[in-house]
């Protein structure tokens, strides 16, 4: 069974941040050691532009941001992980362009009906 923890939390654990900063302010680490502003930068911008895929938005809009990992799938629901780093996924399902259109035709103009929030995991290896 995969294990699926939130990116988020994650990342806020990794960085030691309680709250999400503000633009500049970073909160201490529990460990008493100061937050790598670098990763959290990073891992804020990579949220942002992740955040631009949502419900509503095209399979080929998608694949500009993600790109698809192994594993069993169909035109209706795939496993998408982040272009620059392969262990930031996200589980999409989607609308199909052509209600006769085969489930396993993806297609560029389907378009996301639901995203799950991206969480870290190990890829998958077909």
């Known amino acids: 069974m995969k294990t699926i923890v939130s990116f988020l939390c994650l990342a806020l654990t990794l960085t030691g941040c309680a709250t999400a900063p503000s633009a500049g302010s970073f909160a201490p680490s529990r460990g008493g050691t100061d937050v790598d502003q670098d990763l959290t930068k990073r891992i804020s911008a990579i949220l942002t532009e992740c955040q631009t895929i949502k419900p509503g938005v095209t399979r080929a809009e998608l694949l500009t941001v993600f790109t698809t ?21 996200v589980d999409v399902d989607f609308t199909l362009s052509d209600p006769k259109q085969n489930v396993l035709e993806e297609r560029p103009t389907d378009t996301i009906s639901n995203i799950s929030k991206p969480y870290l995991d190990w890829g998958v290896i077909d």
């Open 69 to 89: 990992e192994g594993g069993i799938s169909n035109a209706k629901h795939r496993t998408f992980v982040y272009r620059r780093c392969p262990y930031i996924k």
